[in-house]
């Protein structure tokens, strides 16, 4: 059985895009930005850990309007070329019901998300990421969710898309992993206790 892991930046007050999807609080994305080039290393590793990689769609229209070829973008630093060669090895599936084409490495599924989540699950392979609050959130509803990384920034800005969804009960958790990184930002990991 596959893993299940659940993992994006967030704000202290629990969101992972201000109002209007706004990441700035983020600090950007590349490896000389805030919190630099520590965490930016972080979140490649975990890329290139990944056994298939969930996004609901406005994550991957986010990620594959940059990455595909952000290698080849005038100044791109060996992190971030890493970083994009990794992205476009690693195997997605890309859940939506309004595009119908999608490219590098990269299956697009239009049923029903939890079956079919729970059925890769169930399957052989390594980790599965899954991102995007829409998508995340239906795996959280159904308990589908084994580990949940949450990167902490601190920063408040009081809405937008929340990290956690409404649930009908609680999920009981083990920290498992702390870390710090640069400019206050803390990586907390957990472990759904079953």
């Not at 999807?21 to 975990?46: H, I, M, N, T, V």
């Not at 997605?92 to 595009?99: G, L, M, Y």
């Not at 999608?102 to 392979?125: C, F, H, Q, S």
């Not at 990421?129 to 990167?151: C, K, N, P, Q």
Request: proline residues 6%; negative net charge.
């Amino acid at each position: 059985m596959r893993k299940l892991i659940f993992g994006m930046n967030a704000t202290l007050d629990g969101y992972i895009a201000a109002p209007g999807d706004d990441l700035g609080w983020s600090g950007g994305e590349g490896p000389d930005s805030s919190p630099g080039a520590e965490l930016f290393q972080w979140w490649s590793d975990r890329v290139d850990a990944t056994g298939l990689a969930l996004y609901g769609r406005k994550l991957w229209e986010a990620m594959s309007s940059h990455w595909p070829t952000a290698d080849k973008q005038p100044g791109a630093t060996p992190a971030e070329i890493e970083f994009a060669r990794r992205w476009r090895d690693m195997p997605k599936a890309v859940f939506s019901s309004t595009i119908d084409k999608v490219d590098w490495n990269t299956r697009l599924v239009t049923g029903d998300a939890v079956a079919e989540i729970t059925r890769l699950k169930a399957g052989d392979g390594g980790p599965m990421d899954i991102g995007g609050a829409t998508l995340a959130g239906a795996a959280m509803r159904a308990g589908l969710i084994d580990e949940y990384v949450i990167v902490t920034h601190p920063v408040l800005v009081g809405g937008g898309t929340p990290f956690f969804t409404a649930l009908d009960g609680w999920v009981n958790l083990k920290l498992v992993e702390t870390r710090t990184f640069p400019g206050g930002v803390v990586l907390t990991r957990y472990e759904t206790r079953r």
